[in-house]
């Protein structure tokens, strides 16, 4: 037990050694954070979407602890085989150092220093594990070559391993206090002042928001909106350093910078984004009014060449998404290069400096965060990030609805508002319907919204003494301004997306 002990210290205090070099070398070198990443890029559809769906956006966290539970198992182990085997338990620290090694430097954008972090820090936990195991030795040799049985050196034990986790925890301050980097890009973030729109979006109008307790926010506040992205740690991009390359199949490729980005005329728009994880019922959406450039120009000022069908757009962190051509330049569709979210410089989390927005398809195939790059390409040539992970490589959003209120299982009596929101984005809600039991689908009346690219709420005054005391079940269903009908196929996120009528179980009293 010792010696499980000393291998859970040492590999601990060889995490901070690491986390401290990586520090200097870059934010995404650190071994937890480069390995996770290789994890997550490795997990296979299905069951990234049982994560989302089981952990929701705790996802990661989840992940990360998982990760740190199996490493101090592992360092047990270690610790236990460096005293029965010397010297296993240290091959199986050299062991797990070169592979995290080896896959921090094949992250996108990662270089050879990369590796750094890692060695220098299982070559720490190797030195520390051998010290304090030998502490445990019940033998020692002594100089004139006597063996003599002393049994374990419980009070050096002690000293060292105390030793190790007290440098450890040094270690760790002292990354923290040197990896300014984050503190820059959060001051650049909040000295920067968004200019005006060129054209502002219309004002909200008054009905779009019904107020009832329970029920979404016509706009989400930032704070409150969804975030997902396969990032275990938020890219963190100086508006001064950052560019975005139009590259690929166009005329006359250009860099542009975030200064002459804030130079261009800028639009508002109003639009939900959704993922394709979100299932029947669930709250991967969010309304948000946007501020940017819209990328239909900067592909014109490219110049587009023949052939092409599809614009592959690179996040900083190397994720891809693959966008149909004909929607970024559709005249009449506000896809944005955005810099701005309700009013505000882009929360980091939700791409700052700059990232796109496409009304009508899910954000995988569309909304990518961090943007760095648009390569005119076509479907045939490039495959983005989610596609070759058995997601579709065309993603446009499926019509939705949702009841917030009241919530599953809640106990009601009177008359009880039923609301919700309900979403088509690029074609609009034109109607909703309720339903009690199996009963008769009723009109719920549908709030004002500012247009087809945004969720619409929904109220219904439902009177359920009528129905009875005991439980009673509300589902909601929706048509689209193209008079589809939401269908009751009940199928699940992957490979494009959920459908199915959203079902609330409640008990009158
Ligand atoms: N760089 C990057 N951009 C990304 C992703 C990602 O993993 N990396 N995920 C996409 C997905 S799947 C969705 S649904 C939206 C979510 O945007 P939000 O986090 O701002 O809500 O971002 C998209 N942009
Ligand atoms: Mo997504």
């Known amino acids: 037990m010792w010696a499980a002990l000393a291998g859970i210290a040492s590999a601990a205090a060889g995490f901070a050694v690491a986390e401290l070099v990586a520090a200097f070398v870059a934010p995404g070198s650190s071994p937890l954070f480069a390995a996770g990443a290789g994890v997550v890029d490795a997990v296979p559809a299905p069951l990234k979407d049982f994560a989302v769906e089981t952990f929701g956006t705790a996802d990661k966290a989840v992940l990360l602890g998982t990760m740190a539970v199996v490493l101090a198992a592992g360092a047990a182990l270690a610790g236990w085989l460096?005293?029965?085997?010397?010297?296993?338990?240290?091959?199986?620290?050299?062991?797990?150092?070169?592979?995290?090694?080896?896959?921090?430097?094949?992250?996108?954008?990662?270089?050879?220093?990369?590796?750094?972090?890692?060695l220098v820090g299982v070559g720490i936990a190797v030195v520390l594990l051998r010290a304090s195991i030998g502490t445990l030795r019940p033998a020692s040799t002594t100089s004139d070559g006597v063996v003599r049985a002393t049994g374990p050196?419980?009070?050096?034990?002690?000293?060292?391993?105390?030793?190790?986790?007290?440098?450890?925890?040094?270690?760790?301050?002292?990354?923290?206090?040197?990896?300014?980097?984050?503190?820059?890009?959060t001051a650049a973030r909040d000295a920067l002042r968004l200019p005006a729109a060129s054209v502002t979006a219309p004002a909200v109008p008054a009905g779009a928001d019904l107020g009832v307790p329970g029920l979404a926010p016509y706009v989400t506040p930032n704070g409150d909106f969804y975030r997902?992205?396969?990032?275990?740690?938020?890219?963190?991009?100086?508006p001064a350093d950052w560019t975005l390359r139009i590259s690929g199949r166009v005329d006359e490729p250009f860099e542009l910078t975030f200064a002459e980005l804030l130079d261009l005329p800028l639009v508002e728009h109003h639009l939900t984004l959704t993922c394709v994880s979100n299932g029947v019922g669930g709250d991967l959406v969010g309304n948000a009014l946007w501020l940017g450039y819209p990328v239909r120009e900067l592909l014109e000022r490219a110049g587009v060449q023949d052939g092409a069908d599809m614009v592959l757009s690179t996040s900083a962190d190397g994720w891809t998404a693959s966008t149909p051509l004909e929607v970024l330049q559709d005249a009449d569709r506000e896809?944005?290069?955005?810099?701005?979210?309700?009013?505000?410089?882009?929360?980091?989390?939700?791409?700052?400096?700059?990232?796109?927005?496409?009304?009508?398809?899910?954000?995988?195939?569309?909304?990518?965060?961090?943007?760095?790059?648009?390569?005119?390409?076509?479907?045939a040539d490039d495959v983005a990030y989610w596609s070759t992970r058995g997601w579709t490589e065309r993603g446009p959003i499926k019509l939705a609805s949702r009841i917030d209120t009241p919530r599953a299982n809640a106990g009601v009596e009177g008359e009880v508002t039923?609301?919700?929101?309900?979403?088509?984005?690029?074609?609009?809600?034109?109607?909703?319907?309720?339903?009690?039991?199996?009963?008769?689908?009723?009109?719920?009346?549908?709030a004002d919204t500012v247009g087809p690219d945004t969720w619409r709420q929904w109220s219904y005054a439902w009177d359920s003494a009528g129905a009875g005391t005991g439980a009673h079940r509300l589902t909601v269903r929706a048509t689209d301004a193209d008079g589809e009908v939401q269908t009751?196929?009940?199928?699940?996120?992957?490979?494009d997306g959920a459908t199915g009528w959203h079902e609330v179980e409640v008990s009158v009293g």
């Open 153 to 185: 050196d419980r009070r050096r034990f002690l000293l060292v391993t105390g030793l190790t986790v007290a440098a450890g925890v040094v270690a760790l301050a002292t990354s923290r206090a040197v990896s300014a980097g984050n503190r820059v890009v």
């Open 335 to 379: 896809c944005l290069l955005a810099v701005g979210m309700n009013g505000e410089p882009l929360p980091a989390e939700h791409g700052f400096p700059a990232r796109l927005v496409v009304p009508g398809l899910y954000g995988y195939v569309s909304a990518t965060k961090w943007v760095t790059e648009l390569k005119v390409t076509t479907f």
């Open 82 to 118: 460096e005293l029965r085997r010397p010297p296993v338990g240290s091959l199986l620290l050299a062991v797990v150092g070169a592979v995290a090694a080896v896959v921090a430097v094949v992250r996108p954008g990662a270089s050879v220093a990369w590796a750094l972090p890692s």
């Open 488 to 495: 009751s196929d009940v199928a699940s996120p992957a490979p």
């Open 228 to 238: 997902i992205d396969t990032a275990l740690r938020v890219p963190q991009v100086d």
């Open 418 to 446: 039923v609301a919700g929101v309900a979403w088509a984005q690029h074609t609009g809600i034109d109607a909703v319907e309720v339903r009690v039991d199996d009963g008769p689908w009723q009109a719920a009346t549908l």
